[in-house]
């Protein structure tokens, strides 16, 4: 088991995504109502999510991300930051939760993989030649 681990309690490293979320609680009765914001980091068990809003360890919450499946997850912290808003930390309980955003950043880490593994002359080589046009 890894020292972060041990330290954090999490079992993966979460990606510092900002992703457009609704945050509301489960129960539809609930004074916190339904709060558009968005995500300072996250992975497929849980993210860290900014409210204007207090929670409550344990209160059961709802996610959905724009043009995505809601989520349910208990909040398991709820930070007081500088600027009025909370830092909360939300574990998903029904399923992981692939982030079309997650999806796009390991592409791109693949894709950066395979291009280090490449002599620098090949990708140079395949780079668009650039036409300058002086003015006229």
Known sequence: MSLDHMLSGRLERRLPI???VRLAQVDCASAHGEER???D??????ARIFSKQPWQTG???KVTALNEETTCGNVVYCQRLADERFGVGVKFQDR???WSAMRKY?????????????PKESIIGTLPKRTIKSPA
């Open 37 to 39: 914001t968005f995500t």
């Open 18 to 20: 900002i992703v457009i």
């Open 96 to 98: 992981i939760v692939m």
């Open 41 to 46: 980091n996250i992975s497929a068990h849980g």
């Open 106 to 118: 390991d592409g791109m880490q693949i894709n950066l993989q395979l291009d280090q593994s490449l």
């Open 59 to 61: 209160d059961n919450v």
